[in-house]
């Protein structure tokens, strides 16, 4: 059975920062890519970054320069750096697993996710 | 980058009825387009993928068209756990992916 597991969350002053951690079992880690997506009170998801088998990184607009993706195939591990923290960033945050690499025909989507975990920004 | 626009943003309907909630993107995105359930404090869920494949183990009551700029979700017969948001989610330019701003559907 496929699982991701968040944890890391919680209190954080603005201009702090905060690691956040996804545990994955049930699928071979490394052959997959992986992603995080949030979701602020009452809102919608936004897709937050993604990082390939081979460790390349993508960040939308809105985060690059402050959060870093990274993973740790060895410990079936995700993990998300957060810096320089806004109240703008508090939200749900949700580990999730995209295609396997190689995707086939249309396989790009997120199938499994976890149950999120809370970030709050705030003095 | 590309921009998804769902419609409507909010709709009531009855048990039985069909419902379609429609998803526009600002660029040609051919197929690569995915669905998403989200019901109240839980993560979403993948329904449909590649605009209309039906994810393993979602009801055949839920249905997916489209390609290019315009796509659909239709829920033949709309059942009472169908409460829920409902996400497109473009992957045209993956693994970089846009989610449209949902649209919460309610049972009268």
């Known amino acids: 059975e496929v699982q991701l597991v968040e944890s890391g969350g919680g209190l954080v002053q603005p201009g702090g920062s905060l690691r956040l951690s996804c545990a994955a079992s049930?699928?071979?880690?490394?052959?997959?890519?992986m992603h995080w997506v949030r979701q602020a009170t009452g809102k919608g998801l936004e897709w937050v970054s993604a990082?390939?088998?081979?460790?390349?990184?993508y960040y939308p607009g809105s985060v690059k320069g402050r959060f870093t993706i990274s993973r740790e195939n060895a410990k079936n591990s995700l993990y998300l750096q957060m810096n320089s923290l806004r109240a703008g960033d508090t939200a749900v945050y949700y580990c999730?697993?995209?295609?396997?690499?190689?995707?086939?025909?249309?396989?790009?989507?997120?199938?499994?996710w976890g149950q999120g975990i809370l970030v709050t920004v705030s003095s | 980058d590309i921009q998804m626009t769902q419609s409507p943003s909010s709709l009531s309907a009855s048990v039985g009825d069909r419902v379609t909630i429609t998803c526009r993107a600002s660029?040609?995105?051919?197929?690569?387009l995915n669905w998403y359930q989200q019901k109240p404090g839980k993560a979403p869920k993948l329904l449909i993928y590649?605009?209309?494949s039906l994810q393993s183990g979602v009801p055949s009551r839920f249905s997916g068209s489209g390609s290019g700029t315009d796509f659909t979700l239709t829920i033949s017969s709309l059942q009472p756990e169908d409460l829920a948001t409902y996400y497109c989610?473009?992957?045209?330019?993956?693994?970089?992916?846009?989610f449209g701003q949902g649209t919460k559907l309610e049972i009268k």
């Open positions: 590649a605009a209309s």
């Open positions: 660029q040609s995105i051919s197929r690569y």
């Open positions: 049930g699928f071979t880690f490394s052959s997959y890519e």
């Open positions: 989610q473009q992957s045209y330019s993956t693994p970089v992916y846009t």
């Open positions: 990082i390939g088998t081979t460790g390349d990184t």
């Open positions: 999730a697993r995209g295609p396997r690499v190689p995707a086939g025909m249309g396989e790009y989507y997120l199938d499994y």
